[in-house]
């Protein structure tokens, strides 16, 4: 009999913890999954316009490029940042007129040498892997990565 009454359910226990889960549940949803979500959606509006301004400055300065190259008869040094090298290399590049670096390869290097020979390693591993690749019968459909 005691035995039983240790593992029984008392209605008015079980009613009363029935009663705390749920307020549980209110005050937590309330005061901590509201916040949140309040500043995630903050969040989310502010990276989202971010993106959308990155998008429209990244279209602008193609539109800006494209005149460029069909107005210059030389062509434009900036085209390197288009290219992702680095920004102190263009300006070097640009104010030293082509000379002067400190190393060269993909481009001429005015700023960190060894960082520049290790992408340019980098670089010249993956033109010989996709050369292997061509050379093998492969497309350039099939060679195209999407970033």
Request: hydrophobic fraction near 40%; proline fraction near 3%.
């Amino acid at each position: 009999m005691q035995v039983q009454e240790l593992v029984g359910i008392i209605p008015w226990t079980f009613i009363a913890q029935i009663c705390n889960l749920f307020i549980q549940m209110y005050l937590i949803k309330r005061f901590l999954f509201r916040p949140i979500n309040e500043m995630l959606e903050k969040r989310k509006a502010m990276a989202d316009a971010q993106i959308t301004d990155a998008q429209k400055a990244r279209e602008e300065a193609l539109k800006e490029l494209k005149e460029r190259l069909h107005m210059c008869e030389k062509f434009p040094h900036e085209i390197g940042l288009f290219l992702d090298y680095p920004l102190v290399d263009v300006i070097g590049f640009i104010r030293n007129t082509g000379k002067n670096c400190k190393c060269s390869g993909c481009w001429k290097a005015y700023g960190n040498a060894k960082e520049a020979e290790k992408t340019f390693c980098k670089y010249k591993k993956c033109r010989e892997i996709y050369s292997r690749l061509w050379e093998n019968g492969r497309s350039v459909l099939q060679l195209t990565v999407a970033a």
